[in-house]
């Protein structure tokens, strides 16, 4: 019987709101085997509170159900490099963000490969070109001033002063554009003259 609650609540682990809240269909099972009718009947979630009838974190914490027998509430990043020690904390910096260990092992609240941390939150990096939804979407490391989302595609700002590199790494003056425009005609001139 327990396999089949199991795998029913395996299935509503899909919401991601609550799989923002658990960690795996057995601290779901426990969620649920749990309800409460006040904050006593909360004591197996340390730092929770009942709240509609299940035991929730204050605004602010989230559940960290690693240390196995029992649960806590601790306290969200809010910004990235922050010290961890489950990826529970660093949820404050949204679905992006994961507890990464340095070299000495000490955890830090760090984006995902090709996302990049900006007003609070881990955002997907989109580069020059590329299709965006806002202008947080749009990151440059050398110039993450230098660009925004423009018709949904990620461009160099303001429009007409600043183009994109021949690499499309970053934003060039127009002034270093036009250099750079100049450079290559005379070096094309120049090659058209020695044949």
């Not at 960690?23 to 099972?29: K, N, T």
């Given at each position: 019987?327990?396999?089949?609650?199991?795998?029913?609540?395996?299935?509503?682990?899909?919401?991601?709101a609550?799989?923002?809240?658990v960690?795996?269909?057995?601290?779901?099972?426990r969620a649920?085997?749990?309800?409460?009718?006040?904050?006593?009947?909360?004591?197996?979630?340390l730092?929770?509170?009942?709240?509609?009838?299940?035991?929730?974190?204050?605004?602010?914490l989230?559940?960290?159900?690693?240390?196995?027998?029992s649960?806590s509430?601790?306290?969200?990043?809010?910004?990235?490099?922050?010290?961890c020690?489950?990826?529970?904390?660093?949820?404050g910096?949204?679905d992006?963000?994961?507890?990464?260990?340095?070299?000495?092992?000490?955890g830090?609240?760090?984006?995902d490969?090709?996302?990049h941390?900006?007003?609070?939150?881990?955002?997907?990096?989109?580069?020059?070109?590329?299709?965006c939804?806002g202008?947080?979407?749009?990151?440059?490391k050398?110039d993450?001033?230098r660009v925004?989302?423009?018709?949904?595609?990620?461009?160099?700002i303001?429009?007409?002063?600043?183009?994109?590199?021949?690499d499309r790494?970053?934003?060039?003056?127009?002034?270093?554009?036009?250099?750079?425009?100049?450079s290559?005609?005379?070096?094309g001139?120049?090659?058209?003259?020695?044949?």
């Open positions: 019987m327990e396999a089949v609650v199991r795998r029913v609540l395996l299935l509503a682990l899909a919401s991601r609550v799989a923002a809240q960690a795996s269909s057995d601290d779901l099972l649920m085997r749990n309800p409460c009718s006040d904050d006593s009947d909360c004591y197996w979630l730092d929770s509170r009942c709240s509609t009838g299940l035991c929730k974190c204050d605004e602010g989230a559940p960290d159900y690693s240390s196995g027998s649960a509430c601790v306290r969200l990043a809010v910004y990235a490099g922050e010290r020690s489950t990826d529970a904390k660093c949820r910096l949204g992006n963000a994961r507890c990464l260990p340095d070299a000495t092992g000490q830090h609240c760090l984006c490969a090709n996302h941390f900006l007003q609070g939150r881990c955002w997907r990096s989109v580069g020059l070109g590329g299709r939804t202008d947080v979407d749009c990151y440059l050398r993450a001033h925004a989302c423009v018709n949904s595609t990620c461009s160099c303001p429009a007409g002063w600043f183009f994109p590199s021949e790494l970053s934003c060039v003056d127009s002034a270093s554009g036009v250099a750079v425009t100049v290559l005609l005379l070096v001139v120049a090659a058209a003259l020695w044949r």
